[in-house]
């Protein structure tokens, strides 16, 4: 008979419920690892098609494995006509993570691998999910501003040719390359909310597909992947507040949170942070846009303060607080920033999906079933006496 642990640990902060080889973080001192490289030599010196390779296959490619990778993932990137010709009836204000979220199901009905549940279809079907991603997310912004989405360029890398679908012009080499960077640093993180959603989905056999639309909407929330979009607009109302530590100081005493700043696990500065507030301040400099840089620190300085004030030190920016003054400045709006993360991080569900349904890191697959305690109305085993509705007026 399996082992009960009967202690009750709401949002199942500590506890180990699998293994895992994706990634590793060491949340006292700030580490990230996917793999086992650490995230700053990653974001320094690989691109994200070899990150993704890597956390697929648990090990970096060899130049002629990179270049079949990515010719699989570049032709991946069509999106069928028909998933457009839907985006031209949908509701034009509809949240893009929505958007994403509903079309998945989409793209797994038209997946000629979908009833193959070996390993090698899943892995195709991850680099289907990696290439078309951002052409839908790319596609969706264009049709709801009355454009037709554009063909993919199969000559520019997967984060250039996300921001060419976008904005219909060929991207600035650094900023692509940043953009790149950014992909790299959003890819994996272990058991989060969205990638243990995805792993808990498939537990049940369902196809990877269903993992990764699960995967988007633990994603979608505000305390998630969502913070970046709040940290957006929360940065737009806070232009041109004079008085930064004024503001911060009411919103703690409100009981409000500061978007960005937290983290269930690191308790330091998240490492991924670090690079990004680096980027916010080179790109600003460079495109004439310090202020949000400089607005940003700003919050950061004065939350640090207040946080540690109310014994609270260990709350710092994560890694949503500076992506979001990134991507504003690379003319990415707010609304499209979660389903930015979510490009990134599909190469982590997927992989971590491909682990949880072929046990590549423990004896044998389990279906995910934990416990909870009844807080309910109670009458004993034999239940409540039901009432019938003529009775209960
Ligand atoms: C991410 C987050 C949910 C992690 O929280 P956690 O530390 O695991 O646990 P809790 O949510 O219970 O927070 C613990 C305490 O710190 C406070 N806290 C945590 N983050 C806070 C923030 N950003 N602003 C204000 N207070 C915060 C909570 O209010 C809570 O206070 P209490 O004990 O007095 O009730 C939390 O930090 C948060 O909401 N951050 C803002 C949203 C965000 O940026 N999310 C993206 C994460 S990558």
């Not at 697929?56 to 270049?67: A, M, R």
């Not at 949908?90 to 691998?113: E, F, G, Y």
């Not at 970046?228 to 929360?234: F, G, H, R, S, T």
């Not at 697959?365 to 009844?374: D, V």
């Amino acid at each position: 008979m399996a082992e009960t642990v009967n202690v009750k640990n709401v949002g199942l902060r500590g506890v180990t419920v699998a293994d895992t080889k994706v990634s590793f973080i060491d949340g006292e001192k700030g580490v990230l690892i996917y793999r086992g490289y650490r995230i700053e030599e990653l974001a320094q010196s690989a691109s994200f098609m070899e990150v993704a390779y890597l956390l697929l296959n648990g090990s970096l490619p060899l130049k002629k494995e990179l270049t079949a990778f990515m010719t699989q993932v570049t032709a991946a990137r069509e999106v069928p006509r028909h998933i457009y010709e839907c985006f031209k009836k949908w509701p034009k204000d509809s949240n893009p993570m929505d958007v994403l979220q509903a079309t998945v199901p989409m793209l797994a009905m038209v997946d000629p691998d979908l009833q193959d549940e070996t390993r090698a279809a899943n892995f195709r079907m991850a680099t289907r999910l990696i290439g078309r991603l951002p052409v839908v997310v790319a596609g969706w912004h264009r049709i709801r501003n009355g454009l037709e989405p554009l063909s993919p360029d199969d000559s520019l890398p997967h984060a250039a040719n996300f921001l060419w679908l976008l904005h219909g012009q060929k991207p600035d080499e650094e900023m692509a390359h940043d953009l790149d960077t950014c992909l790299i640093l959003h890819a994996d993180h272990t058991f989060n909310a969205s990638t243990f959603a995805c792993r808990e989905v498939v537990s049940t056999r369902a196809h990877m597909y269903a993992g990764v639309t699960g995967g988007l909407g633990a994603l979608s929330g505000s305390l998630h992947g969502g913070a970046n979009a709040q940290v957006m607009k929360m940065l737009l109302s806070l232009e041109s507040e004079k008085n930064i530590p004024g503001w911060v100081r009411n919103r703690l005493d409100g009981g409000e949170r500061i978007m960005g700043m937290g983290h269930a696990v690191y308790k330091t500065m998240d490492p991924r942070a670090r690079f990004l507030k680096d980027m916010a301040a080179r790109l600003g400099k460079k495109t004439g846009r310090e202020r949000w840089h400089e607005l940003s620190s700003q919050i950061e300085k004065a939350g640090l303060e207040e946080f540690a004030k109310r014994g609270k030190a260990d709350i710092q920016p994560n890694v949503d607080f500076y992506s979001a003054p990134v991507y504003h400045i690379m003319g990415i709006p707010g609304d499209l920033m979660t389903p930015i993360f979510a490009i990134s991080r599909v190469a982590g569900w997927c992989s971590h999906i491909i682990e949880e349904k072929f046990a590549e890191a423990q004896e044998k697959p389990a279906l995910y079933r934990p416990k909870a305690e009844y807080v309910g109305q109670y009458c004993g085993l034999m239940g409540c006496e039901y009432e019938a509705l003529e009775s209960r007026g």
